[in-house]
């Protein structure tokens, strides 16, 4: 069973940093067997894909918009993903959610909400 839940959202001031995480909350679903992406969605615009981390962990993607500031990770013992996000910018919020793909079928979580502002 696949019920993915972000977390970890919040409110931060620019230059801040935030961690969210991706677990979940189903059985029998390791989240280390499948490539796992962040995305964002602001109203009124399409979901960005952000970071793709692969089901080894060894290989990431990031969006030209994110690399060098976020890095996303697994922690295999904790079957969660993180997506560590440095020097937050006003334009990084959004709300964020977590995507897993296996047999050709996405399974997306119900996003948390991240806003940078001063």
């Known amino acids: 069973q696949v019920q993915l839940v972000e977390s970890g959202g919040g409110v931060v001031q620019p230059g801040e940093s935030l961690t969210l995480s991706c677990t979940n909350d189903?059985?029998?679903?390791?989240?280390?067997?499948?490539?796992l992406s962040w995305y964002r969605q602001v109203p009124g615009k399409e979901r960005e894909l952000l970071a793709t981390?692969?089901?080894?962990?060894?290989?990431?993607n990031y969006a030209e918009s994110v690399k060098g500031r976020f890095t996303v990770s697994r922690d295999k013992a904790k079957n969660t993903v993180y997506l560590q996000m440095n020097d937050l910018r006003p334009n990084d919020t959004a709300v964020y959610y977590c995507?897993?793909?296996?047999?050709?079928?996405?399974?997306w979580g119900r996003g948390t909400q991240v806003t940078v502002s001063s």
């Open positions: 189903g059985f029998g679903f390791t989240l280390s067997f499948y490539p």
């Open positions: 995507k897993a793909r296996r047999n050709y079928i996405d399974y």
């Open positions: 981390i692969a089901s080894g962990g060894g290989v990431r």
